[in-house]
C-alpha cells in the first residue's frame, strides 16, 4: 500500500474526550471515527488488525472442532419471553418494534438463537456434541459509553455455544475452549490472567474471564501465588478464626441520631467489625435483609446469585420502616427472622458478640450472638473481598490488581435448553435436556487491550501477528532520485514476495513522516535517507549489528518463557526451509512431549531482507529507526 493512496487520517493532538491510552491511540492513527455516543467507524487501517484478530480466533476455533455460521441480529422477542431474558435483561437491551408493532431484540448475545436453532433440528445423542460460534455485530445500550470500543454500544464479538449429552461431555469442551481462548491471546502479545467471575445477565454455575492486565483496566482481580484469581464481583476469601468470647446478655442502648457504622462504632466505642451492617433489598415483591460484617461493603453480584435475581432493589427509608418498625439507619435482624428471609454472610462467626440496629429510632442492641440471637437463618458469601484478605485456597494474602475483560466462557447447563425445550433421545430412548456451555470473544475490545499493553511515549507498538503492515518504508526525500528509486525497489520487491507492506511516499517533512510511523506502529520500519545511501551503509552486512540483536532477542524470548513458568533449554537446531547459517531453539522439557516453542534464527533483519528481495538485490544506506 502506498501511503499517499492510503486513507489514514493521522492527528497530532489527543482527542477531548478520549480517557484511555487505547483510544487516544485509535484515534490519533487514524483507526477510528466517532458517529455517535459508543458508536464508531473503524477506518481501513483499523479494520486491517481488527480483521487478524478475528482470523486468530477463526483459526483456534477451526482448530477445536467449531464452525462457524451466522445468526440474525435482529431477533423475536418471543424467544427472549421464553428464558425470561426479556424481562430480566434491563435497559442494556435494544429493544425494537416493527411496522405492525413486533417486537424485537437487537441481540447483545445470542443464546436463544441459537438454542431456537438446535430445538429444531437436534433430535439424538449421535448429534452431539456439537460447537458453533459466530463473529458479528453485537449490541448494548450502555448507560455511560465510554474508553471508546473498550465500552461501546456496537462491537464485534466472537460468541460461541456447544452443545452436550451430559456436564461430562461439556466440561471436556469447556476445557478446550479455555486452552483454545488462550492460544488465541498469546498469538495476539497479550499477558492475561484467567480469573473466576460472575455469570451476570447470561447466567451459569462455572465461568471464567480472560483479563488483560492493566493499570486502566475497569475491572479489579484479586489473585495469591498458589494460582487462585477472580474478579472483585465473585472473589472469595478466607477469614481468620477468633476466640469465643463470654456469652453476655442482651442490652439496648441509646444510640441518639447515630445512624452509620462509623458514628455507631466511635459512639459505642467499638470496633466497626463488631457491628452487623443490615440492608433491605427486593427481589421482585420478595424482601430480604442481608447481614454483612460493618467493616465490609455488600457484594451486590454475591446478592443477586444467592437470590437468583439480576437486579435485587435496595428499599426506601419509607418501606424500611414498614417492614421493621424503625426508621433507615437503626435495622437489624433481631427479631425479624421470621418476618423477613434474613440472610448473613458466611464470615459472621458464631460464639461472639456484636452490636446491631434495635428497629426502633435512636436505639441499637449490644451483646448480640447469631446462636442466640439469630438463629436459623441463611448463610451466604455476601461480602466483598479486599486486598490482603486470605486465599480460599492457600490462605496467603491476596493482591489487588486491575484488568480488562477480552473473553468470557461459561458452563450454562440446562438455563436455556430447558426453559425453550431443546431436547435429544439417549441411546435407550429416553428424553433428555441438552445440557449447554457459551464462550465470548470481544474483538474489537481485544485491540484496544493490544495497544493498553503494548505502546510507548509516541504511539502504538504492534505485535508482528495483528499489525496492519509488516514492514514500513519510509523515504527520507522522496523528491531525491536515488532515495526514491532505491525505496520503491525495496517495495516491489516486498510486495512481490507477499510482505505486508506500505511505502511513505508522500511529499511531506521527515519528522512528520517519522511522527505518523510511531504512531501507526508497524513492526519493522526502513528509513531510506541520502546520507545512508551516499555513505554506502548496509544493515544487511553488519555482522557486529546483527550478533548484538540476535542476543537481545535471545534474552528477551528466555524472559518470556521463564515469566511463563516453563523449565526449557536453548538448543542449536537445523534452519530448514527458513535457512540461515546460525539459529537456535527454544525447548521446553517435558516427558512426554516435544514442543519447539520458539526459534529465533540469525536471519533477520537485513540478511531476511536479502533472503526475500534476492542475493543480487544489496541497495546501500538502510538505516532502521
Known sequence: MRQSQAFIPTLKEDPADAELISHKLMVRAGMLRKLAAGIYTILPLGWRVTRKVAQIVREEMDRAGCQELLLPILMPAELWKETGRWEKYGKELFRQKDRHDREYVLGPTHEEAITDLVRNHIRSYRDLPLNLYQIQTKFRDEIRPRFGVMRAREFLMKDGYSFHTDEAQLAEAYDRMREAYAAVFRRCGLEFVIVEADSGAIGGDVNHEFMVTADSGESLIFSSQCGYAATSESAKFKIASLAAEPVAALETRSTPSRKTVEEVASFLSVEPARLLKSLVFFAGDEAILAVIPGDRELNEAKLSRVLGHPAPRLATGEEIERLTGGPLGFTGPVGLTGKLRTILDVCIQEG????????????????????????????????????????????????????????HIFKLGLKYSQAMGARYLDAEGTERIIVMGTYGIGITRTVAAVIEQLHDANGIVWPHSIAPYHVHIVPVNMNHDPTREAAEALYARLVASGVEVILDDRDERPGAKFKDADLIGVPLRVTIGEKGLKDGYSFHTDEAQLAEAYDRMREAYAAVFRRCGLEFVIVEADSGAIGGDVNHEFMVTAQTSRQDFASDRANSCGLSFQRICGEAFTPPGWNFR
Open 352 to 407: 461472639r458478640n456484636f452490636v446491631t440496629g434495635g428497629n426502633a429510632r435512636d436505639v441499637h442492641l449490644v451483646n448480640v450472638r447469631v446462636e442466640r440471637d439469630i438463629p436459623a437463618v441463611e448463610r451466604a458469601d455476601l461480602a466483598t473481598a479486599r486486598e490482603g484478605d486470605l486465599c480460599p485456597r492457600c490462605g496467603d494474602r491476596m493482591r489487588l490488581g486491575r484488568g480488562i475483560e477480552v473473553g
